[in-house]
């Protein structure tokens, strides 16, 4: 598996490893469960809004 490195401040690296400790698994594995969970809580927030004015007319597009 390829890797790279971020910069992040001290108190956060404790943070994410006491985070890590918590769920049984290591700071890398952390970041990217939190990463995923970011964006499906991104993806919550779109589906939860209300649909433009484009989206609504796609949707009510005669198909016939």
Do not use: C, F, Y
């Amino acid at each position: 598996m390829q890797s790279t490195s971020i910069r992040i401040d001290v108190a956060t690296h404790e943070e994410l490893k006491r985070l890590a400790t918590s769920l049984g698994t290591s700071v890398g594995n952390t970041v990217r469960l939190d990463v995923w969970s970011l964006r499906q809580d991104r993806i919550g927030l779109q589906l939860r809004s209300p649909l433009t004015e484009d989206e609504t007319s796609w949707l009510d597009a005669d198909l016939g």
